[in-house]
């Protein structure tokens, strides 16, 4: 793990939820001389008290952990506010609307920044009938290579995983598309609006 909870964040936690150190301490059967010290930075809680803590505040261990409360405010669900998380073990691709504590591998990911393809990152998309058919021109090796392409509409998002070796192209029914996102292995996540490439 590389992160533990601060004094900072119980603190801040328990000056939040109006609580003295003794009522947190009653609540954890803790002394409020400990709750002192954690907050002091002269001692870290137990490990075994991290899941109570948690339930104390009304917040998940991650969000403890993390120091980061979760806020999901994007309550209408807008697909087109999509955020990606891509683990740099193992390549698993995750997909949230809104604001999250993603990990894997143990490994606490941050939301990728999309921006517009450059010159190594060329995309073109043809529109056939009721569908976009996306080609990307890029390598496909085991070491340089084109990991998704997703689709995004305001209330739908479509996801291709793509393969080493494979080809760099996917297919997209329409239905109100206003973004497409590709990621490269090396270089991140790119974005286009394929309404403006017509």
């Known amino acids: 793990m590389n992160q533990y909870v601060t004094g900072t964040v119980i603190k801040e936690l328990r000056e939040k939820n109006n609580m003295t150190q003794l009522q ?8 409020d001389k400990s709750i002192s010290k954690w907050e002091c930075f002269r ?3 137990d490990i075994s008290l991290l899941e109570s803590i948690a339930k104390v505040f009304k917040i998940s261990v991650t969000e403890l952990i ?3 409360a979760i806020q ?5 669900a807008n697909m087109l506010r ?3 998380y891509v683990c740099p073990v193992c390549g698993n691709v995750i997909h949230s609307m809104g604001e999250a504590a993603i990990h894997c591998h143990g490994i606490q990911l941050m939301p990728l920044e999309a921006e517009a393809p450059d010159d190594h ?9 009721d569908e976009y058919y996306v080609r990307i021109d890029h390598s496909m090796t085991k070491e340089h290579y084109i990991s998704f392409v997703a689709a995004a509409s305001s209330g739908d998002m479509q996801l291709v995983k793509l393969y080493p070796e494979g080809n760099a192209e996917a297919g997209f029914k329409i239905r109100g598309v206003k973004r497409i996102f590709f990621y490269c ?4 996540l790119f974005l286009i609006d394929p309404v403006k490439e017509q």
């Open 72 to 76: 999901n405010a994007n309550v209408s």
């Open 24 to 31: 947190l301490a009653e609540k954890l059967g803790v002394s």
């Open 185 to 188: 292995n090396r270089d991140g």
């Open 121 to 129: 990152h060329m995309i073109s998309i043809e529109r056939i009938e």
């Open 43 to 45: 001692g870290y809680p």
């Open 82 to 84: 999509s955020k990606f």
């Open 66 to 68: 993390s120091g980061n």
